[in-house]
């Protein structure tokens, strides 16, 4: 009887343990995609104003608008492969 009971109370564990791990790993995921994404602005911007060949008005709106699209289609984009790279380590 202890001895199920004791299979029991660890298999309940071991399915929190793996959710709790989960639930890290994709906080862990968002919070490298953002702090990539803020590297990856300030170089995108910095390139797009280098090569934009316009006023410095101009290239600054260019490089802000390059650099805001950029920011969310590439965060999803980063997410899923971070993701796609942890699956196999999940199952």
């Known amino acids: 009887m ?14 929190h343990g793996a959710l709790t791990m989960r639930l890290r790993s994709h906080v862990r995921s968002a919070v490298k995609t953002a702090s990539w994404r803020a590297f990856a602005a300030v170089d995108t911007f910095g390139l797009v104003w280098l090569f934009s060949g316009h006023d410095t008005t101009h290239a600054i709106a ?11 289609t590439q965060s999803f984009l980063n997410f899923a492969h971070e993701r796609l790279w942890e699956a196999p380590l999940l199952r």
């Open 2 to 15: 202890a001895e199920i009971f004791h299979f029991a109370v660890m298999r309940r564990r071991v399915r």
């Open 62 to 72: 260019a490089a802000g608008a390059v650099v805001g699209v950029e920011a969310i």
